[in-house]
T-cell receptor, first 113, second 114 residues
């Protein structure tokens, strides 16, 4: 079955540091890939997505590239801010219903001033 | 602001009792809502798909008689954990779609069964 493996947290960084959160997946067919973010007290929000190989999703300075050859979708940001502190979830949808997502465990990111 | 709201955010109940969690779409009508559960250090797992006006579709391994889902209107789905036990303690989160590719998630509800 489908699965998503993402980097164990928590991750603690200083402001302006470089961020990478690794995500690899196993899926049948050609899944769409997503990163969701959950800020404290809020619902999950779509951060970015990519729907086919070599696509790069980007939003709010975050980027992730759909790598079919390595089945990866690593999240990166060049310079994190305190406001980026949140839980980040990698997810995939391998077809059928557009809305049935398979999630990773989530990675808690804390950015210190 | 939030477009999908869950209530309550936190709930503690006694073992053997039932507890209801609500999921409301605030700005749109949702014919389909989804319920997920996350145990500590585990992934968010889809429990069931809630369809307005019809029975929910449960994922394999989820007890439908224990986790009752009612989607009585286009803006409200409820999840009732019946005869709750400590092992049901978890983070429950819903999502809803107004159509197309857009999905909105609620804030989640923490259930602790003592």
């Amino acid at each position: 079955g489908d699965s998503v493996t993402q980097m164990e947290g928590p991750v603690t960084l200083s402001e302006e540091a470089f961020l990478t959160i690794n995500c690899t997946y196993t899926a049948t067919g050609y899944p769409s890939l997503f990163w969701y973010v959950q800020y404290p007290g809020e619902g999950l929000q779509l951060l970015l997505k990519a729907t086919k190989a070599d696509d790069k999703g980007s939003n709010k300075g975050f980027e992730a590239t759909y790598r079919k050859e390595t089945t990866s979708f690593h999240l990166e940001k060049g310079s994190v801010q305190v406001s980026d502190s949140a839980v980040y979830f990698c997810a995939l949808n391998s077809g059928g219903s557009n809305y049935k997502l398979t999630f990773g465990k989530g990675t808690l990111l804390t950015v210190n001033p | 602001g939030a477009v999908v709201s869950q209530h309550p955010s936190w709930v503690i109940c006694k073992s053997g009792t039932s507890v209801k969690i609500e999921c409301r779409s605030l700005d749109f009508q949702a014919t389909t809502m989804f319920w997920y559960r996350q145990f500590p250090k585990q992934s968010l797992m889809l429990m069931a798909t809630s369809n307005e006006g019809s029975k929910a579709t449960y994922e394999q391994g989820v007890e439908k008689d224990k986790f009752l889902i009612n989607h009585a209107s286009l803006t409200l789905s409820t999840l009732t954990v019946t005869s709750a036990h400590p092992e049901d303690s978890s983070f429950y989160i819903c999502s809803a779609t107004p159509g197309g590719d857009t999905i909105y998630f609620g804030e989640g509800s923490w259930l602790t069964v003592v």
